[in-house]
């Protein structure tokens, strides 16, 4: 895979219209998880957490493919996928996530952890 963006900044509010702006070329889905992903450290490990976005893509015998990662500095903070009801006002960030990326997953190491998504 190629990248296509690497983006250092801070998960903060401002940061997610920034990033969607640095992928308007995308498809609205890889602008959309992209965002969740983000909003996920905010939400979790709270604002100004120094993040890595990166966006990677590659054609397969499928179709074009791509992988959307975002890295934080907690590596023990690791997303968990629950069930969100119609009545929660928040957590249904991984289900969109879910729904919408062929896969996703954790990359964890002793000092960050990664999580992706293809689409």
């Given amino acids: 895979m190629r990248t296509v963006l690497e983006l250092r900044l801070l998960a903060t509010p401002k ?5 969607r702006q640095h992928l308007r070329d995308h498809d609205f889905e890889v602008r959309l998880c992209a965002t969740e ?15 890595t976005v990166r966006v990677m893509g590659t054609a397969t015998d499928h179709g074009p493919r791509t992988r959307i990662e975002v890295t934080d500095p907690a590596p023990c903070a690791a997303p968990v996928l629950l069930p969100a009801t119609e009545t929660e006002e928040s957590g249904r960030g991984l289900a969109l996530l879910d729904a919408l990326s062929e896969r996703w997953g954790v990359e964890q190491w002793s000092d960050r952890k990664t999580v992706w998504c293809e689409l």
């Fill in 15 to 19: 940061a997610a219209p920034e990033l």
């Fill in 37 to 51: 992903l983000l909003t996920n450290v905010i939400d979790h490990l709270g604002e100004g957490t120094p993040v």
